[in-house]
T-cell receptor
Framework: AQSVTQLDSQVPVFEEAPVELRCNYS??????LFWYVQYPNQGLQLLLK??????LVKGINGFEAEFNKSQTSFHLRKPSVHISDTAEYFC???????????FGQGTILTVHP | SQTIHQWPATLVQPVGSPLSLECTVE??????LYWYRQAAGRGLQLLFY??????ISSEVPQNLSASRPQDRQFILSSKKLLLSDSGFYLC???????????????FGAGSRLTVL
């Protein structure tokens, strides 16, 4: 079985400051890792994914994440946030079987001017 | 290109009434299809998934059911809604290959259900 823990339910930050949203996972098999973003009353949009290879992956809107196998983490980072980054962010893990995606509880990022 | 449609976008229903939410995918064939529910403060919970016509797997016991009458159509239903069925329902698809887990899950815009 797989599980995902997002360590912070809410992260407030000022505009142009750096941000890190933390994600830890557990799984007994090799996994694929994803970060999604959800704006109010919308579906989820893929930010980035880790499948294999380089542990540092870059996504859309200036976000990046680093896969750390020893710490079973996949933290999301952005060096300078904008007001428009205010949204809820979900970390997710998928095994190979049928592609079922297990999500964390979400982190609400609020960027203040 | 592929697109996914969900309807209705918003629905208000009384307790005990039936439910039907529809999801269709265009531009692909034999997709894996998923229904997720997002309740306030509870993240996303996988309800059902389907790897082919008529093939439905349920992830959690509940008051809902799903059907896949056509390759690119996925329907979420209930005969009698409960208050606890309120939430934001998201349909999603991904390419159904041998290693489906590596394929990106693409979501619809969601259907917000309020049961009164």
């Amino acid at each position: 079985a797989q599980s995902v823990t997002q360590l912070d339910s809410q992260v407030p930050v000022f505009e142009e400051a750096p941000v890190e949203l933390r994600c830890n996972y557990s799984s007994s098999v090799s996994v694929y890792l994803f970060w999604y973003v959800q704006y109010p009353n919308q579906g989820l949009q893929l930010l980035l994914k880790y499948l294999s290879g380089s542990t540092l992956v870059k996504g859309i809107n200036g976000f990046e994440a680093e896969f750390n196998k020893s710490q079973t983490s996949f933290h999301l980072r952005k060096p300078s946030v904008h007001i428009s980054d205010t949204a809820e962010y979900f970390c997710a893990v998928s095994g190979t079987s049928y592609g079922k995606l297990t999500f964390g509880q979400g982190t609400i990022l609020t960027v203040h001017p | 290109s592929q697109t996914i449609h969900q309807w209705p976008a918003t629905l208000v229903q009384p307790v005990g009434s039936p439910l039907s939410l529809e999801c269709t995918v265009e531009g692909t064939s034999n997709p894996n299809l998923y229904w997720y529910r997002q309740a306030a403060g509870r993240g996303l919970q996988l309800l059902f998934y389907s790897v082919g016509i008529g093939q439905i797997s349920s992830e959690v016991p509940q008051n809902l059911s799903a059907s896949r009458p056509q390759d690119r159509q996925f329907i979420l239903s209930s005969k009698k809604l409960l208050l606890s069925d309120s939430g934001f329902y998201l349909c999603a698809w991904r390419a159904g290959t041998a290693l489906s887990g590596a394929n990106v899950l693409t979501f619809g815009a969601g259907s917000r259900l309020t049961v009164l």
